[in-house]
């Protein structure tokens, strides 16, 4: 992943904004950009505007305001077929009546491609999928994966710098899904392309992207890498949408620079880092992981807030436990454990005072 040797970016969203009926904006004012190699990952529920994104960078719809460059170029008055994108859908569109070779073989045709050059060009991204020997097949002829893998063959055929993926993954299996979820990774680092990549799966964004740009309501929440963004969420949506989160509210009773006290709804004080509060008085969502939650008084920072809690289930799971407490109120405060030798197993009903390092304790907005 790298800048282009002018230091521009390769595609570029500047302050796009788009609405289907004149009134609503589905996508708010978006600036987006990366660079050449990237992998990034539009993550966001259903309907928070990723594929409109997607399909205003391909050409299929126009922004209603902003422009959208790629390599340094407007490209807003460029045809969809004049962009060099390559695109793979959900629904593989492949046609049931040709073979393999003649769904990529197709639009290379339809541009006047000689029969040779379509060939070598055909076998080359049937060999980029491992599929060099499905080429004589029908798409009915072949798993969901396989089919797949084709749709993905198709879009590289073109020998696109960059491919959009809307949903690719959504039809098949989970096992299929997971498989093929590092397999497109790997093809993508390996031929240096640069992928924008839409699914509402925050693990799939997670393991496949160099950065990951969160949707809700037409507006990126936080643009980050995959570690940044579990272990620093910027706001509540994002602590909320990425990740199994615990969250207790409270308000914010002592402020400094790095450090904010919170008075949770129960009494009890918590210290904690302000990320998105700004003075005492405020109303907060406080936000932990389940696995940075320590009940073991010794591993803990000597004068450390402890907050009370009740045992309300045990559930062993092999590689962890995960436990469920009632923490100030709250009745599915959830802990995970690693399963190890030294590692208790809490029963259901036991009281036990439980705390934190206060840098894995972020206040965000309520
Ligand atoms: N062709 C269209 N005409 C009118 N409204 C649309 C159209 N496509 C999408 N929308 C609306 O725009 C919003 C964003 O949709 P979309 O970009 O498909 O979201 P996502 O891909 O994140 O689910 C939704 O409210 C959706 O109903
Ligand atoms: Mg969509």
Redo the contacts with the bound molecule.
Sequence with gaps: MALDANGDAFVEFDRVQKS??GETL?VKDLNLSLPRGEFLTML??????????LMMLAGFETATHGDIRLGGVSINNIPPHKRGIGMVFQNYALFPHMTVAENLSFPLEVRNMGKSEREGKVKRALDMVQMGEFGGRRPAQLSGGQQQRIALARALVFEAELVLM?EPLGALDKQLREHMQFEIKHIADNLGITVVY?T?DQTEALTMSDRVAV?ND?VIQQLAPPDLLYEEPQNSFVAQFIGENNTLMGEVVSMAEDKAEVKLDNGEVIDTVPVNVNAVGERTLVSIRPERVEFNKDRLQPGAHTVHAEVLEFIYMGDIYRTRLRVAGNENFIVKTRNAPDQRRLQAGEKLEIGWRPQDCRALDA
Excluded: A, E, I, R
């Design positions: 289907y009926d589905v966001g529920p259903s309907g928070s505007g990723k594929t409109t994104c809307d839409v509402h949707f037409g």
